[in-house]
Antibody, heavy 121, light 111 residues
């Protein structure tokens, strides 16, 4: 059974960098693209970006200038860094399994439970 | 950027009655591989979203057959043939042909 678990600080300071990690179990990080998605309280889902095991990433154009994603294949983890955060970045952040790398499949069939992050001065 | 527009944003349904949600994309979601990358997800209270329908009309594993998807190009529909209490939640369409974009979400509640 594939499982994803987000981890990281639940609080970030305005103008600083938010850093989160997603640990994957039950699947190899090299098998799929991996995405981050966020949801402000009471609002809808916003895709942040995705990363492939090569380190290549695709990002939401509205966040691209502030987002960096990376992978740690040795620990089967992938990470999100969002710089220059403001209160508008306060949200629940989800990691999810994206499209398979080598075969046909589906997008976002497995999700983490989500981690709430608050940005405050 | 591809914009996804869902209607209605809220739906109140009597148990046993059908429900329908529309999703329109600003560009065609038909890919050169012949597949149309339109997905539906549901988010129940306090939970992570879960996949319902992929590529317009294919039900994901374990999804009841009262859920069905249809459409092509830029116009898509999710239908619940007979709504049950457990279907309450937020329903999102998403395009996967160019990056990823979600619709605003449709809240389904029981009358």
């Amino acid at each position: 059974q594939v499982q994803l678990q987000e981890s990281g600080p639940g609080l970030a300071k305005t103008s600083e960098t938010l850093s989160l990690t997603c640990t994957v179990s039950g699947d190899s990080i090299s098998s799929h693209y991996w995405s981050w998605i966020r949801q402000p309280a009471g609002e809808g889902l916003e895709w942040i970006g995705r990363v492939f095991f090569t380190g290549i990433g695709d990002y939401n154009p509205s966040l691209k200038s502030r987002v960096t994603m990376s992978l740690d294949t040795s620990n089967n983890q992938f990470s999100l860094k969002l710089s220059s955060v403001t209160a508008a970045d306060t949200a629940v952040y989800y990691c999810a399994r994206d499209y398979p790398a080598w075969v046909r499949g589906v997008i976002f069939d497995y999700w983490g439970q989500g981690i709430p992050v608050t940005v405050s001065s | 950027d591809i914009v996804m527009t869902q209607t209605p944003l809220s739906l109140s349904v009597t148990p046993g009655q059908p429900a329908s949600i529309s999703c329109k994309s600003s560009q065609s979601l038909l890919n050169s591989d012949g597949k149309t990358y339109l997905y539906w997800y549901v988010q129940k209270a306090g939970q992570s979203p879960q996949l319902l329908i992929y590529e317009v009309s294919s039900r994901f594993s374990g999804v009841p057959d009262r859920f069905s998807g249809s459409g092509s190009g830029t116009d898509f529909t999710l239908k619940i043939s007979r709504v049950e209490a457990e279907d309450v939640g937020l329903y999102y369409c998403m395009q996967g042909i160019h990056l990823r974009t979600f619709g605003q979400g449709t809240k389904v509640e029981i009358k």
